[in-house]
């Protein structure tokens, strides 16, 4: 089913058994522009939150594109390359996949088209600038290119799009290519996705060794289709499943709380109901969560392996409102020096959390985070919240209901009760 | 005459004749947040290029506000507060310099005002909220709050605003208070500044041997005030004095060709004409240049270090168009990967045609240049170039004539004919 969608070697990756994937050598050549990411300490934020815990983040924010999606961009690219693809398509909510995507296929001589959230594209119109510096072309989605697009427009016509949306949008560009050159490429919620990710995970533990701590305490990382936090969290999981005491903690927005309160169920992952059904905390594919700035985080899925440790109990997701991410981001600028993106806020407010919680307990705990990108091109968003123009969103439970009512209807939907797939 | 306007402890350096003044031990602590900056070889131009070269740039844009400006804004913040002073006022163009104080201000405790050319205010808002993230006041210029700046909007309500009126609105803030606790602090030309600067090349210098190079055949930096530039280049220039066979070059923007075309004088540094006179080469006080993207790069005058070593044949300056300085900023997005800004991109555009002109003349030679910021928040211009918008600015003779008429009658305007002062 997945193969005019992806390239082969990407599907064998997805479902593949193996312990271990080996990074190609080309793909290692490209990723080393920026790679490692350093690991950082953030004595400046620790000192101000006077916390006897140490706060490490790994800065995935050093990539030209600004964020931890390259890791996976170039890796797809590469692979589709191998398989003789000549064009990506792809959706992006904030812009940061998008442009990961474009610079990727820039990089590997590949064509690249990305259907943008419509409220992000109006929102942040210099990442679609940035996609057209690598080569890339940028629209709005819903746009009028696809069926699937001009569907949505037609009975909304005034909507801010989701990534549902424009997820259908990019995998109909793709399979309705004649050529067969033209694949689909996602930049979350899939195992392969993950997989890549996971070299974040893997450089911060030899990274912490150097810095001579043993295993952190507290693992962050915000979570929209679960692919940063997935990175950095799943080599420490290994270590949680064989005896290792660590916390370890996916967060999310309130105004789209997939891991926090949605059910378990197989769904789509779009919205035109396209893809494969995928088991996963769901608010349902036709949940469009409200015009938060973090864009990122507006999904109405999460990756199914993550779910799956939610399900065996390995991970503790948390929701936090907007106006305290922003909070927490405007004390990590004026403490630690850097603008970090929306999304990365979502990690940043659990960190400082986690630390006073340490000071609470007088503990010396050690906090690891994904520092998943900067938030240069994201200033709308810190504007609107220095004019106290933002506010908080919270999902009334008739809604939360009505958008997961169908999905009992969807076939294997018996599989949630018993949390295995 | 300077001290209502900058703190003694900066005079004194500023008219110092030692070879050497440490770095104060606490200035360094807050240095180490992102120093010392990486030196990168540009392999990917290279290859591109097919060029013998090789291109080594300093990369000034991994410090939190984005460019090489926090090494003088954290040096200068830190000596007013030694000094007493509880608020700085300051002036910027592009932004780089402004958000580069506020970062700075915030880090050590101090007020900040920030009066920004409006062209750039216009066409870079996010400057702005980056500003207000680091607590600074930032407002565009000429305003209404400075006698200067109701005196320009009275006789050219509709000014894109330039560097020399804003100086004179944030000195006028400074000198204006009477409780005596603000002072103006400069992003460049004075030789303070240029002197917090040369932190880029004596780290280059190690950089460079730990490469396993000896010293670079070419040193580049685009050239506003001067600071970034010299910044690299005056390490390199005491080797060439000695003898090294190093050809150091400024570059500056054809639209306003200070060094290349302007005649060399005593002129005031600010439009107001409320500086002492600095002895350089000017556009004279009055000139506003066209509205190229690169707003760094549009002062009238120029360091009277810089132009010295000029007078002296220690440099050679080159001047470059808008469209060729983009292109190369595009070809450097679409090699290395990163965006950088657009006032690099005039040291860029000398690099590419550096390594053509060592591929042509078949010499292995070491090119070395300042990456003085990215340019993540200039996508504007990016756009503006992408869509087809922009054009090239030629300076007519006449212009040039009219804006410097008035420079002999200046006092010491003598000076200019011997070039010492």
């Known amino acids: 089913m997945l193969a005019p969608v992806f390239p082969m070697n990407l599907i064998e990756q997805e479902v593949s058994a193996d312990r271990w994937i080996d990074i190609p050598e080309e793909v290692l050549h490209i990723l080393y522009r ?7 300490r953030a004595v400046y934020l620790e000192e101000y939150l006077k916390t006897p815990a140490r706060i490490y983040y790994k800065d995935e924010s050093y990539s030209p594109p600004g964020s931890h999606k390259p890791n996976t961009a170039v890796a ?32 590997l001589g590949l064509e690249c088209k990305v259907f943008m959230v419509r409220i992000s594209f109006d929102q942040k119109p210099f990442r679609k600038t940035m996609m057209q510096v690598w080569g890339a072309n940028c629209i709005a989605s819903p746009s009028t290119q696809t069926n699937a697009g001009r569907k949505v427009l037609e009975e909304m016509p005034d ?3 989701s990534l549902g949306i424009a997820i259908s949008e990019a995998i109909e560009e793709a399979v309705t290519d004649k050529s067969g050159k033209t694949r689909y490429s996602l930049g979350s919620v899939l ?15 030899k990274q912490l060794e150097i810095a ?31 005896g290792a005491d660590i916390q370890i903690m996916p967060t999310e927005p309130v105004a789209c709380p997939t891991m926090t309160r949605a059910p378990f169920a197989y769904d789509f992952g779009d919205t035109a109901c396209t893809t494969p059904l995928l088991a996963m905390y769901t608010l349902g594919h036709a949940f469009i969560p409200p015009p938060i700035h973090a864009g990122g985080l507006r999904y109405h ?44 806020s979502h990690a940043v407010a659990a960190a400082i959390d986690e630390a006073v919680k340490a000071k609470e307990e007088g503990k010396e705990k050690v906090i690891l985070f994904n520092y998943s990108g900067h938030g240069l091109m994201d200033l709308t968003g810190y504007d609107a919240f220095l004019s106290g123009e933002l506010c908080d969103y919270s999902l009334p439970d008739e809604d939360l209901e009505k958008f997961t009512a169908e999905l009992a209807s969807l076939p294997k939907a018996e599989m949630r009760k018993s949390g295995k797939w």
Chains 1, 2 share one sequence.
């Open 159 to 161: 909507t801010p799009g």
């Open 301 to 344: 899925g999460m990756a199914p392996l993550v779910c799956q440790c939610i399900i065996e109990g390995l991970f503790e997701p948390r929701s936090f409102h907007q106006l305290k991410c922003y909070e927490s981001a405007l004390t990590w600028a004026q403490t630690e020096g850097a603008i970090c993106a929306p999304e990365t």
């Open 34 to 40: 920026w790679r490692p990411s350093p690991l950082k």
């Open 76 to 107: 797809q690219a590469w692979y589709n390359k191998q398989f003789g693809i000549e064009k990506l398509t792809t959706e992006t909510g904030a812009g940061q996949w998008g442009s990961a995507l474009a610079f990727a296929c820039n990089l």
């Open 191 to 205: 195992n392969h996705v993950l997989l890549h990710q996971t070299i974040i995970g893997l450089e911060a533990k």
């Open 212 to 242: 001579g701590e043993k295993l952190p305490d507290v693992v962050i990382g915000c979570a929209g289709g679960g692919s940063n936090f997935a990175g950095l969290a799943f080599p420490f999981t290994l270590d949680k499943i064989h």
